[in-house]
């Protein structure tokens, strides 16, 4: 019990610091609200995020020989 509430408290404290830091930081980057802005914003976590398990996923396959 004591291992689920310690990950749900840093959980929600990083929850927490993500919002207020969009909230008061955001702003004060002076991003331009453009469409290409706003496109780029929204692609390129998921872009990293398979970039990164395409990675770990080359790095923990099993190295397989080629059969004739």
């Known amino acids: 019990m ?4 310690g990950f749900l408290l840093k959980l929600l404290g990083g929850t927490l610091g993500l919002a ?3 909230k008061y930081l955001a702003p004060q980057w002076g991003i331009a ?3 290409v802005n ?6 390129l976590p998921p872009l990293l ?3 990164l398990l395409g990675m770990r996923g080359q790095q923990s ?3 397989r020989e080629e059969q004739p």
Request: without cysteine; glycine residues 10%.
């Open 2 to 5: 004591g291992q689920t509430s």
């Open 20 to 22: 207020l830091g969009i």
């Open 33 to 35: 609200p453009t469409s």
């Open 38 to 43: 706003a496109i780029a914003m929204i692609t």
């Open 49 to 51: 995020l398979a970039i």
């Open 61 to 63: 396959a099993p190295h």
